[in-house]
């Protein structure tokens, strides 16, 4: 499968300030890459879907002013949290898939912490 | 959109048993049914994976079935070991692009 990497795995910011985590597709051409936030205990919600050199599509109740997505290049997304507050403190994870594919495969995830 | 409903929320069994865990589905259209291991603190493993032209797949202590009329899959795990505790979760999509549609996932706890 392939190999994705994300970075940071843990950031601590503080409140107001943005962070942003980055997805890459080391071995794989990710078309499409998926961005989860996970709660402690809960399952993966998706947040946006991103193709490619297109705007990502949001999950309703996703405030895509917040949470900004680059999907520049086959093998980088990356997602900015903007304005942090505590409540975004979360599990962000990111997968990527390839053309006509439907496996994904995933990141390790980030642990952020808003204080 | 779909629905994945999955239980046991949680499950423990005794090291050398077996374990199953349910999944269903709502959209008929999905047709790509996935199990993903979750260990604490890490992003979900791809484990196992079955296509709704196939009926039963099976990796060593892993397998999967599907019943595409009940609208259900499950997980089998043989000869359970400890280092198979973790969080499973099964998921479905309906085709290439679209994400995937996640259950609550199963706490499976192993003990010696």
């Known amino acids: 499968g392939a190999v994705v990497s994300q970075h940071p795995s843990w950031v601590i910011c503080k409140s107001g300030t943005s962070v942003k985590i980055e997805c890459r597709s080391l071995d794989f051409q990710a078309t499409t890459m998926f961005w989860y936030r996970q709660f402690p205990k809960q399952s993966l919600m998706l947040m946006a879907t991103?193709?490619?050199?297109?705007?990502?599509?949001?999950e309703q109740g996703v405030e895509k002013d917040k949470f900004l997505i680059n999907h520049a290049s086959l093998t980088l997304s990356t997602l900015t949290v903007t304005s942090a507050h505590p409540e975004d403190s979360s599990f962000y994870i990111c997968?990527?898939?390839?053309?006509?594919?439907?496996?994904?495969?995933f990141g390790q995830g980030t642990r952020l912490t808003v204080v | 959109g779909e629905n994945v409903e999955q239980h046991p929320s949680t499950l423990s069994v005794q090291e050398g048993d077996s374990a199953v865990i349910k999944c269903t589905y709502s959209d008929s259209a999905s047709n790509y049914f996935p199990w993903y291991k979750q260990e604490l603190g890490k992003g979900p493993q791809l484990i196992i994976d079955?296509?709704?032209?196939?009926g039963e797949k099976k990796d060593q202590r892993i397998a999967v079935t599907l019943n595409k009329t009940a609208k259900h899959f499950s997980l089998h795990i043989t000869e359970t070991q400890p280092e198979d505790s973790a969080v499973y979760f099964c998921a479905a999509s309906k085709d290439s692009g679209y994400a995937l549609n996640f259950g609550k996932g199963t706490s499976l706890l192993v003990t010696p």
């Open positions: 991103s193709n490619e050199g297109s705007k990502a599509t949001y």
């Open positions: 997968s990527v898939m390839g053309l006509g594919d439907t496996e994904a495969f």
């Open positions: 079955i296509r709704s032209n196939v």
